[in-house]
């Protein structure tokens, strides 16, 4: 899947500004924002319901706005997963389901798929008696039902407890194996963290930063859309010793961009690119002066340090 320039307008507002988005075969990318930064407008012109003003979207090769058979022959190959709604409020799962199942050439089977998720016990509820859990694991088998190869999958495992989220990571992760291509959008940064390959950040329509995971939470900003910063803010160490160290050696004897300080008196703390020579270096210095750091603590710089730094920490409406 491939987004090029990608500009939506609802009268003055833009709500995607020129948005460039690539989602390669068998990867998972998460696309992040807080609210209003034009996730779902992005996520609605991929799959066919919201026609760009400006730019391309492919989807497996597809134009969704060349024509019917086009848009035809992409919804056959791709599954939609809603956050809410689009099930009848008196329909049960297993018909439900094998309602979906019949729409496809060679879908999976509906049975399986609830055993699969859990809710083979609730296949004869109507919707309206699940719980919210519940609901949202039908609208996954929903999306997963007739074997797509791009599946959107907007709050996966909102509602969920502890067990059923794992659950449904572990689905999400053999999904990849198999190559299917997954788009996830989540306010949940510990699953993205978790599941994604790639992240997209954006907000007020535009990229604020694209990486892994691993590269995103090893830089403190960006230097443009997708641009690696500073390498200061990755990562702290903590520990406590004998009030008065003279840390300007240990600040010299640390990789450019670490930041040595104490306090309060007898509590250090090492901010900056800490990676396994940085904290060798604070070891080694700590043992050269007979010190023994007590409750050592390394920190890394998590997924949602990372957004709230790009996007504001304040509330947003």
Request: hydrophobic share 40%.
């Amino acid at each position: 899947m491939e987004i090029l320039g990608l500009v939506k307008r609802y009268g003055s507002a833009t709500a995607v500004n020129g948005l460039d988005l690539r989602l390669e075969s068998g990867h998972t990318l998460a696309l992040l924002g807080p609210n209003g930064a034009g996730k779902t407008t992005t996520v609605e012109a991929c799959e066919g319901f919201r026609r760009p003003d400006a730019g391309t979207v492919r989807v497996l090769g597809i134009d969704p706005y060349s024509g019917p058979r086009a848009h035809a022959d992409l919804t056959a190959r791709i599954g939609v997963m809603l956050q809410d709604g689009g099930i009848y409020p008196a329909g049960r799962p297993r018909e439900v389901l094998r309602l979906q199942a019949a729409l496809y050439a060679n879908p999976l089977d509906p049975d399986a798929l609830l055993d699969l998720l859990g809710i083979a016990h609730v296949a004869n509820r109507p919707f309206r008696r699940l719980s919210g859990g519940e609901q949202q694991r039908l609208s996954l088998a929903l999306a997963l039902i007739g074997r797509p190869e791009l599946v959107f999958l907007d709050e996966p495992t909102a509602g969920l407890d502890p067990h059923a989220r794992h659950t449904v990571w572990d689905i999400l992760r053999d999904l990849r194996t198999a190559g299917v291509s997954i788009l996830l959008t989540t306010h949940l940064l510990d699953e993205a963290e978790e599941l994604a390959d790639h992240v997209v950040i954006i907000d007020r329509g535009s990229v604020l930063a694209a990486g892994s995971p691993q590269e995103l939470t090893a830089v403190s900003g960006t230097s443009g859309p997708g641009g690696a910063g500073s390498a200061s803010g990755a990562g702290e160490v903590r520990f406590r010793a004998p009030s008065g160290l003279p840390i300007d050696a240990l600040q010299t004897a640390l990789p450019e961009g670490c930041t040595v300080t104490e306090a309060p008196s007898g509590h250090y703390r090492i901010t900056g690119a800490v990676d396994p020579q940085a904290l060798a270096t604070v070891t080694s210095w700590c043992a050269s002066r007979g010190v023994m750091p007590q409750d050592l603590i390394v920190d890394r710089r998590s997924l949602e340090d990372v957004f709230l730094d790009l996007t504001g920490r304040q509330v947003r409406p």
